[in-house]
């Protein structure tokens, strides 16, 4: 072989080896080839899932954005409508409670307009109580717009319903008519609906063609048109609590001027019944005098002697004077003190003194009749300011009567108690008492209670009231108590200084 040839078949040797080696090299090239196209392939569905993802995230975050100004703007609302509350809670007159929906507040509701509008008994319109972002032509042009929808808004009334331009059972000719009637491109309605009065319409509406509206404001509305409800029952309550207390008022101003009326009416009554009992007491008084007088002359036997029972006579004659003429001074005392012509005497002395004297006035007859007399007294008593003799008549008179009024063997007490308003006195007996019924006209005159036992007592009935008047002229009071056969206690409190 010759080189040539033998160089021919090196290099066909070395063809096919490189062209085996190509071949495998181009395998792997393929090989590879697939490969990387596989891992593009996962790149590129890997890159296709992260879009979807960032999508995703993208399309959250915008519902997140939205979501957030619809919560934002419902706190808004939310605020505006407690402030609103306030304000129309806070008046009790019925037309200020609409003027305080003001176009601020319902800004932050989200509306421009509002009109609230309701029918009565007095008009045979539609009568517009709110009317906000209209000029006053066009709120004037509306009550024939509202007769016209009259039916519909009725309804609402009557179903108690709230409805709005996005109520899906909104008729959408009526949706297009309101938008019209009120230039709004979105509303809502609301009836309010007080329990008593007069029932209405709320409307509240927004003009801007971007503006929503969603439930939210349907709700917001409707609980405004509420708030309108309450505050015009308070109102129409307060009115009428005003004006039961003005009627009131006005009965009692009337009662009292009738009453003192009467009074002075009484009063001058009183005037004229002292005065004449004042001047018969002082008509009878001299005649009484002298009939007296006489009867003690004949009595002395100065004109002669006289047979015994003309004597009898006249000793009657001259007890019964002595009786009337205690009687009519009595008459003319109360008189006295009633009209005031009494002037007291005030000057401090000690209450002893007048009782040791009043217990001795009557020691002697208290003993015949076996009465024993004690007194519970303070240790240290204290001086009063007061009328002197007026007050010993008081003391006369109860602590006669307790002796008049208790039978033989029985037993008075006085006591004295120093209490916050003053001096209390209680004089107490155990004598016959008296029923219930008559404790409280003891202190009128002329009153005596109706017992047998005064049937033997004499008495005028006038010393209990002359009584009441001289401790009352101390600007004191005085009571009893009592039951019958079970004796009695007449207590009367005189201020330290009268
Ligand atoms: P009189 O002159 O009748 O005693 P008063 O005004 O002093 O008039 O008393 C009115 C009536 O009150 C008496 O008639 C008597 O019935 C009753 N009365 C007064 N004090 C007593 C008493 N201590 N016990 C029972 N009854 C009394």
Redesign the pocket.
């Known amino acids: 072989m010759s080189d040539i040839e033998l160089l021919m078949n090196a290099l066909g040797i070395l063809g096919m080896a490189g062209s085996v080696g190509l071949g495998i090299w181009v395998v792997f090239l393929i090989s590879e080839i697939k490969q990387l196209r596989l891992s593009v392939e996962n790149l590129k569905h890997t890159l296709d899932e992260m879009d979807e993802q960032a999508k995703l995230v993208v399309r959250t975050d915008i519902e997140l954005n939205k979501a957030q100004e619809e919560l934002d703007k419902k706190i808004t609302g939310l605020y505006t409508l407690q402030n609103l509350s306030r304000q129309i809670s806070s008046t009790f007159d019925e037309t200020q409670i609409f003027s305080k929906v003001e176009p601020p507040l319902l800004a932050d509701l989200g509306f421009e307009k509002a009109v609230a509008f309701g029918w009565d008994d007095r008009h045979q319109v539609a009568q517009v109580h709110l009317c906000v972002g209209f000029s006053e032509a066009e709120a004037a042009a509306f009550s024939p717009l509202l007769e016209a929808e009259r039916n519909h808004f009725e309804k609402l009334i009557r179903d108690e319903a709230a409805i709005s331009s996005i109520s899906p059972t909104i008729d959408q000719k009526f949706r297009q008519r309101i938008c019209a009637m009120f230039r709004v491109t979105s509303f809502v309605i609301a009836p309010y609906l007080p329990k008593e009065g007069n029932k209405g319409i709320l409307l509240a509406g927004a003009e801007n063609a971007d503006t929503v509206i969603n439930e939210g404001d349907e709700e917001l509305i409707k609980i405004l048109a509420n708030q309108i409800g309450q505050a015009l029952d308070n109102a129409r309550l307060f009115e009428k609590t005003w004006q039961a207390h003005q009627e009131l008022e006005n009965r009692v101003e009337q009662r009292t001027k009738e009453l003192s009326q009467a009074f002075e009416e009484i009063k001058r009554i009183n005037q004229r019944k002292n005065d004449f009992v004042s001047n018969v007491s002082h008509e009878l008084r001299t005649p009484l005098t002298s009939i007296k007088g006489y009867a003690s002359i004949l009595l002395s036997g100065k004109l002669g002697a006289i047979p015994e029972e003309a004597h009898k006579r006249l000793e009657k004659i001259n007890k019964h004077s002595d009786e009337l003429v205690q009687f009519v001074n009595e008459l003319l005392d109360i008189a006295r003190i009633e009209s005031g012509r009494v002037t007291l005497k005030i000057s401090p002395f000690n209450l002893k003194n007048i009782i040791d004297e009043v217990g001795d006035m009557l020691t002697v007859q208290m003993k015949e009749r076996q009465i024993s007399f004690s007194t519970v007294l303070p240790d240290a008593m204290p001086e009063i300011m007061a009328d002197y003799s007026q007050i010993k008549r008081v003391f006369i008179?109860l602590v006669n009567?307790?002796f008049?009024?208790t039978p033989n063997g029985g037993k008075i007490t006085v006591r004295v108690n120093i209490v916050d308003s003053g001096i209390q006195v209680d004089i107490s007996?155990t004598?016959?008492?008296?029923p219930e019924d008559a404790l409280d006209k003891?202190f009128t005159e002329f009153?005596?209670?109706d017992?047998a036992i005064?049937q033997e007592v004499k008495?005028?009935?006038?010393?209990?009231?002359m009584v009441k008047h001289i401790v009352e002229a101390h600007k004191g009071k005085i009571w009893v108590k009592?039951k019958l056969g079970m004796g009695?206690t007449?207590s009367f409190i005189l201020p330290k200084s009268s």
């Open positions: 008179n009567n307790a008049k009024y007996d004598g016959c008492g008296m003891l009153y005596r209670v017992t005064n008495g005028t009935g006038l010393g209990l009231a009592s009695s007449f």
